[in-house]
């Protein structure tokens, strides 16, 4: 977010261990949900395709226009909290090419602070004040994360046997309390007006008491429809709940976001999979590939028509500058 002071050969190692780990995550994971899927059936995957009813595919639609109304919301509380104002159509088109953008290709912090400075450094904003937009927005959706995880595994601390033993039951519901303590402190602190945070030249304040309840408000909805839309592409015979397949999504999905494999493949299907075990693979492969298509390609398609939209018009206003 600062210009760094690290050696040319620091600079050339990170650029090298990121794609690294990310091409590491995607060779495992593929080789996991190559054993899961080895004896999958692709007449089942049609089937399972056909057997979303209608209604269901209307709801799936109805939960990706909310994912991205949310997403535009979590710019519009940063810039209200960086006291820029900015046309909230702008924000939703550069909302969508940058989350679908970030989410397919990976290294979500990097991909989405470019499009952001390109969008709106034009729109009056400063570099550093588009790095606090970009740290506010990931705070954000950490802060979502948090809060839909404390609460899906306080009510159902069962969960964490889904996607891997690792830790017992009341344990999770316990970790689960704390996680949301820190939502709390969170808010706590932006209410104490703590000092703000000092990196090097980076400075990041926490917000006024209203900005942060609009966040903590804000920030778990996207994630909620965003679980809406696998919810909806499973069947109703053996689904074990919305607060299951809540749960096992958010996991998936952030596990794939910290794997920095482009667009969390493998890692994300992998995790859902193994957390749905009620249904065959199948169908919990066929029901991630509507949530891929409707949540992350569609979107992006959008996106890259909008971004060619708004290039375009940047040239043509130069030209005509420089014409004039």
Known sequence: ??????????????????????????????????????????????????????????????????????????????????????????????????????????????????????????????????????????????????????????LSPDLVARIGDFIPAEMARWLAYGTLALVAAYLISAALKLPELKIRNFRLSYPSLPIAIKQVTVAPVEVLFAAGILYFALPEAGNPGYLVVMGVFVVGFSLALLSHAPGGIGVFELVVITGLPEFPPETVLAALLVFRLFYLIFPLVLGLVLVAGFEHGQLKAKREGTGG
């Open 1 to 154: 977010m600062t210009p760094g002071s690290s050696s040319s050969g620091g600079a050339n190692w990170k650029n090298f261990i990121w794609p690294l780990i990310g091409l590491l995550a995607i060779t495992i994971s593929c080789w996991f949900l190559y054993h899961e899927l080895k004896d999958m059936s692709w007449a089942d995957l049609k089937a399972a395709f056909r057997a979303i009813p209608p209604l269901h595919w209307l709801m799936i639609i109805g939960c990706t226009l909310a994912c991205y109304v949310n997403l535009a919301l979590y710019d519009v509380i940063a810039l209200q909290h960086l006291r820029k104002k900015v046309n909230f159509a702008f924000v939703t088109g550069c909302a969508l090419t940058t989350y679908s953008l970030a989410h397919t290709i990976g290294a979500s912090a990097f991909s989405g602070a470019v499009i952001r400075y390109r969008a709106y450094t034009t729109k009056g904003l400063s570099g550093p004040e588009v790095g606090v937009l970009v740290a506010f927005c990931s705070l954000t959706f950490a802060l979502a994360v948090m809060i839909v995880l404390g609460v899906a595994f306080a």
